[in-house]
């Protein structure tokens, strides 16, 4: 229970800590976050390739797991060695999901309104809000890129502020077990008969 207590506030303290640099220094932030995204990419397709070898004689789709992992490394080494060119995958990436959600949003809405409930408006809003959002941050990559990379120091920090309130949760559990176990084991006074000691 001590070395989780420990972890907990260690891992607290320094994800606060990194929490609280991105979001003071968020074009870094996400820089650094573009250029992780190409080398997780780039160990995967390693790890693809590896496997996709190694399987050529018992797997049949072998040979499209190889081709994969060649492009998936193609890829990794370009995000990995070109910033410029992972901070652009990354905000392109973002920008297309933010607006698939909102045309997603939009057209649900419809599907409400036939279903005859009363707020539809309201999702149609929040989808067009999307839609306009997404197409905004392909258009300013740079503001783009800086919102992001306070998302991701919020993130962080609320990873971290997640860990503390656990601790004291954790705390506060073990000294109820604790209190529990020490009510069990003890004795009552009242329980005792007098009549059994003068006896004895």
């Known amino acids: 229970m001590k070395r989780i207590n420990i972890y907990l506030i260690i891992t607290a303290v320094l994800l606060i800590a990194l929490g609280v640099v991105c979001i003071f ?3 870094e932030s996400f820089v650094s976050a573009a250029w ?9 397709g390693l790890s693809s390739l590896i496997f ?13 797991t190889t081709l ?3 492009f998936q490394i193609i890829v990794g080494l370009m995000l990995a060695t070109d910033i410029l060119a992972s901070e652009l995958a990354l905000i392109v990436v973002f920008s297309m999901w933010v607006i698939f959600e909102g045309v997603s949003l939009a057209v649900l809405s419809i599907d409400y309104r036939r279903s005859g409930y009363n707020r539809w408006w309201l999702m149609m809003v929040l989808g067009v809000c999307s839609i306009v959002f997404g197409f905004l941050a392909l258009r300013e990559p740079e503001y783009t890129g800086t919102f992001l990379g306070i998302l991701l120091g919020l993130g962080i920090l609320a990873n971290g502020i997640i860990r503390i309130v656990a601790f004291f949760g954790l705390r506060r559990i073990h000294n109820r077990l604790r ?15 007098p009549s059994k000691i003068e006896e004895s």
């Open 52 to 64: 996709g070898l190694r399987a050529q004689a018992f797997l049949p789709n072998a040979g499209s």
């Open 179 to 193: 209190d529990l176990k020490e009510s069990a084991t003890a004795t009552p006074i009242d329980d005792i008969n």
């Open 36 to 44: 992780l995204l190409g080398v997780i990419i780039l160990v995967s």
């Open 25 to 27: 220094n968020p074009g």
């Open 68 to 70: 994969l992992a060649m």
